[in-house]
Structure formats: structure tokens, C-alpha cells
């Protein structure tokens, strides 16, 4: 069983869908469960390492929480666990088995640039007690 202790989400920083999804995430997160990084940045690249994932492709959002890390579908799923409001309740769709939960996130995930847009630079909030939240 893991404790309450802070987890990390590592998203794509050049990715307009994922900026949006930190977006989506931080007003949700009142107890400050998430800090976040990008997967480009220098935090990100160590815990990939860490976790054994690539560094040097983005393809995957990625949560890390003690020596637990969560990709893809699980961890959009972990996320939707921790937030307040109804976003708990998909948590459900963890009975849908994974290859096909994964099938989907890939889908999305090959798709997400041409769907929503890069970014130029990596996102970062604009307000100071939101960027706090946020390791180099």
C-alpha cells in the first residue's frame, strides 16, 4: 500500500494536450498530491531512467509515486483517482484489461500533435503558487 506522499506526473511539455491536462489537473488537486514535470527536462529524463523508460521518446505519460511508476492508461487512471469531484469515478474503466485500455491511449498518444498542436516552448502556469509545483 502506498502512502499519501507527493507523486510526479511526467508529461510532454511540447505537447498542447498534455499541457492541458496539467492544466486540467492542478485546480482539482487542492491537497497537492501532483508536482510535475516535463519529460524533457532534466527531473524528467532521471526518473525515466529510473523507472527504466526511454529518454529520448515522449510517447508516454508517465506518474511516478515512491518507487511505483505508472504509464499510459494506469497512470491517467492513478490521476483520475486522486482528483476531487466525479473524476474518480473512472476508475472504473481499470476493468476494461490493459492491452485494450493501452490500444486506445496509444491511438490518441500518435495522434495528439496533429489533433491539438505543439508548443514552441514547455508550458509552465502562471500562477506562482501553481509553479512551485514544478521541478527543473
Same mark, same amino acid.
Not at 498530491?33 to 532534466?42: D, K, T
Not at 490493459?98 to 490500444?103: G, K
Given at each position: 500500500m502506498e502512502d499519501n506522499s507527493t507523486a510526479v506526473i511526467l508529461f510532454d511539455?511540447?505537447? !498542447?494536450l498534455c499541457?492541458?491536462? =496539467?492544466q486540467f489537473v492542478i485546480p482539482r488537486d487542492p491537497k497537492r498530491?501532483? %508536482?510535475?514535470? &516535463?519529460?524533457?527536462?532534466?527531473t524528467g529524463r532521471m526518473l525515466l531512467s529510473r523507472c527504466q523508460l526511454p529518454t529520448d521518446r515522449y !510517447? &508516454?505519460?508517465?506518474?511516478?509515486?515512491?518507487?511505483?511508476?505508472?504509464?499510459?492508461s494506469d497512470a491517467?487512471?492513478? =490521476?483520475?483517482?486522486r482528483l476531487t469531484g466525479g473524476w474518480r469515478l473512472l476508475r472504473v474503466?481499470?476493468?476494461v484489461p %490493459?492491452?485494450? %485500455? #493501452?490500444?486506445v491511449y496509444d491511438w490518441v498518444a500518435r495522434n495528439r500533435y496533429r489533433w491539438f498542436g505543439q508548443r514552441s516552448s514547455c508550458f509552465m502556469p502562471d500562477r506562482e503558487? #501553481? %509553479?512551485e509545483r514544478f521541478l527543473p
Open positions: 511539455g511540447m505537447c !498542447n499541457s492541458g491536462i =496539467v498530491h501532483f %508536482r510535475f514535470a &516535463s519529460l524533457q527536462s532534466e !510517447n &508516454s505519460f508517465v506518474v511516478v509515486h515512491g518507487a511505483t511508476c505508472r504509464t499510459k491517467a487512471l492513478y =490521476v483520475c483517482s474503466f481499470a476493468a %490493459r492491452p485494450i %485500455r #493501452d490500444r503558487r #501553481d %509553479r
